[in-house]
Nanobody, 124 residues
């Protein structure tokens, strides 16, 4: 099992930036990929971005492509989500997730471990 702790959320005005961090501990050697998802009130959890833990492609949701950047620091067992040009519709709880059994893609079912989430609120 992998334990994940997100940080970096907060309140920001539209057009602003935030950087989320997700620190992993435990069986990190078994991770194949890490992803960021978000869930707004009354909506389903949706995919934001995904990065391979070693080699492989990086994916983004169309809604964040060109504004958000996912990156990782393997030495620190940490994945980041740099969010620029934020919009009110980006308001949600953001979760990071680790894929161990599979290679992780855009579906929540492909991830095995989840963090507790961090709130991002973008004011207009």
């Amino acid at each position: 099992q992998v334990q994940l702790v997100e940080s970096g959320g907060g309140l920001v005005q539209a057009g602003g930036s935030l950087r989320l961090s997700c620190a992993a501990s435990g069986r990190t050697f078994s991770m194949n990929a890490m992803g960021w998802f978000r869930q707004a009130p009354g909506k389903e959890r949706e995919f934001v971005a995904r990065i391979s833990w070693r080699h492989g492609p990086t994916y983004y949701a169309d809604s964040v492509k060109g504004r958000f950047t996912i990156s990782r620091d393997n030495a620190k067992n940490t994945v980041y989500l740099q969010m620029n040009s934020l919009k009110p519709e980006d308001t949600a709880v953001y979760y990071c997730a680790a894929a161990r059994r599979g290679y992780g893609s855009r579906r929540t079912t492909e991830y095995d471990d989840w963090g507790q989430g961090t709130q991002v609120t973008v004011s207009s």
